[in-house]
């Protein structure tokens, strides 16, 4: 069709069929300026096909022709997506697909809580509050050369990894884009001096705009060999850094089978921005109510302090004496809905107020898909409870579970929590496991001994409180108090942590009333 030339297929694109496909190909047109694969019905490819695809777009480039793949089914499309294919074709989608191809081929948005962030992380660009990263001294009996294999196979699985946050041409607006390079780790010899450069050269900030959001360092020193790996926060959580990646890398080095491969992040952001398009006047309005009235002096400890006003970052920890795993094990509790409850009643209790608000951070990762995903997953759920003198701990506990659970329906609505910000001066709570810097990394049943944690030096969320209990490997528990130096005294906190502890302790009598615990 003049200067365009159309190839429609169909059935299965595998060892037996490709070769056809390509002795068709040698016939390009001369004139041929454009070559459309049309694959609306093809329902299966192999490798031997998408070799084919790699050859007929040396012969498009011979010829100085553009190469399309045309409408590719869901089936196929997702072998496109494992194999990273879709960063090196270009794909096109019409019909009801044409929106989905206009994201697909370039541009995506910013998740919420994505968007969040990075709005957060501006407010002070020089920043390395978004910064995850660790250094870690390996066991001596490590091989780096087989470490190096194992990194780089984990960053080419993920299309996370190919993330660039850009500006989009037409709006403006910071989006993301997944077709970025993965630059090869290698393992590097340093001299002591090097290397100590080179700790402070990782405690600066991102580049942002273009650039990559990850970086990861083998070195062998004098001292020992070293892995510094380090993740923006906007593409990457705790989970994904501490289990995700850490896991499997872990297999990869020993050389165990990865037997599935990860989903997209890219399609799971295409798949949310599509539930968000659809107007959810009800889950807003849900969030809407349950932050309506907070108030700094009902809801957060008293503030004890006050200074000049300029945030400061303080912390306490805490080993929670009354609690082990044991008791979820035998009770059947919910460990978060637990905790959260132990939380909130806490807060009560300092407080003396009868209404708690509290936004409890929450993995996300709720699907068999999801679970495996790597990227940006945390909600923060803003959960408002009642608490009744005549109440027993059992009766909290449900309720408490049931706010969690409404609240989980309604997070595909959470963007106009974070768009408004509202829960930026609730005290939040998080549970996390092996996440800490007192939980073991492992490699190859090895321990990787954390020795330096240098992000996060530089604030830039000016957060009033933040609850972290991290759960570890021998059972006990460690409560983590972050908080506003300028509003709070270490007493302050020491007496929440306190509270926190006797009221942990008391819930675990199901049938003791809320007014004697809270005494």
Not at 303 to 321: F, L, P, T
């Amino acid at each position: 069709m003049g200067e365009l030339w159309e190839l429609k297929l169909a059935g299965r694109l595998d060892a037996v069929e490709a070769p056809v496909l390509e002795r068709e190909l040698d016939h390009i047109p001369e004139n041929c300026k454009t070559i459309e694969l049309e694959f609306s019905a093809v329902d299966y490819i192999a490798s031997a096909g998408l070799r084919s695809l790699v050859l007929a777009r040396k012969k498009a480039d011979k010829v100085g022709a553009r190469l399309l793949i045309k409408d590719p089914r869901q089936s196929v499309k997702e072998v496109f997506d494992v194999t990273g294919f879709g960063n090196i074709m270009e794909i096109v989608y019409t019909g009801q697909d044409a929106e989905v191809q206009d994201t697909a081929n370039g541009f995506y948005p910013l998740r919420p809580i994505q968007r969040w962030l990075v709005d957060t992380h501006f407010n002070k660009a020089n920043s390395t509050m978004m910064n995850v990263g660790a250094l870690g001294k390996l066991d001596d009996s490590v091989d780096m050369e087989r470490l190096a294999e194992a990194v780089n196979g984990v960053l080419n699985a993920h299309d996370i990894f190919r993330c660039r946050l850009v500006f989009h041409p037409d709006t403006g607006e910071i989006c993301q884009r997944f077709d970025g390079s993965v630059k090869k780790v290698v393992v590097e010899t340093l001299s002591e001096e090097a290397f100590a450069q080179r700790k402070l050269e990782l405690e600066k900030p991102f580049q942002l705009i273009d650039r990559p959001l990850y970086r990861i360092y083998l070195m062998v020193t004098p001292s020992g060999k070293f892995i510094y790996e380090d993740f923006y926060h906007a593409i990457l959580d705790g989970i994904g850094v501490c289990v995700l990646f850490w896991r499997e890398m872990d297999m990869r080095y020993q050389g165990r089978k990865i037997r599935r491969q990860a989903g997209s992040y890219a399609e799971y952001v295409l798949e949310e921005s599509r539930k968000l398009q659809q107007e959810d006047e009800e889950g807003h309005n849900y969030w809407r109510q349950q932050l309506a009235g907070f108030d700094t002096k009902k809801h957060l400890p008293p503030m004890d302090r006050q200074d000049d006003g300029k945030w400061h970052e303080s912390q306490v920890v805490h080993d929670i004496q009354n609690i082990r795993h044991e008791f979820f094990r035998d009770s059947g509790a919910n460990e978060h809905s637990f905790m959260l409850a132990g939380a909130m009643l806490a807060m009560a209790k300092v407080t003396g107020e009868k209404e708690v608000i509290m936004s409890w951070v929450h993995h996300a990762r709720t699907s068999a898909k999801e679970l495996r995903l790597m990227g940006l997953m945390l909600n923060q759920l803003p959960i408002r409870s009642a608490i009744q003198g005549d109440m027993t701990a059992a009766q909290f506990l449900q309720v408490v579970e049931e706010k969690v659970k409404q609240g989980e329906s309604y997070a595909h609505s959470l963007d106009e929590v974070y768009k408004n910000d509202w829960e930026g001066e609730c005290a939040s709570f998080i549970l996390q496991k092996n996440t800490d810097i007192k939980a073991a990394f492992v490699l190859d049943g090895k321990p990787i001994a954390i020795q330096e944690l240098p992000a996060n030096k530089i604030s830039a969320a000016e957060n009033v409180l933040d609850i972290a209990l991290t759960g570890l490997d021998d059972g006990s528990y460690i409560l983590t108090l972050t908080y506003d130096g300028s509003r709070y005294s270490e007493v302050m906190m020491q007496r929440y942590a306190e509270a926190f502890d006797e009221v942990l302790l008391a819930l675990q009598t199901e049938n003791r009333c809320l007014a004697e615990i809270l005494l």
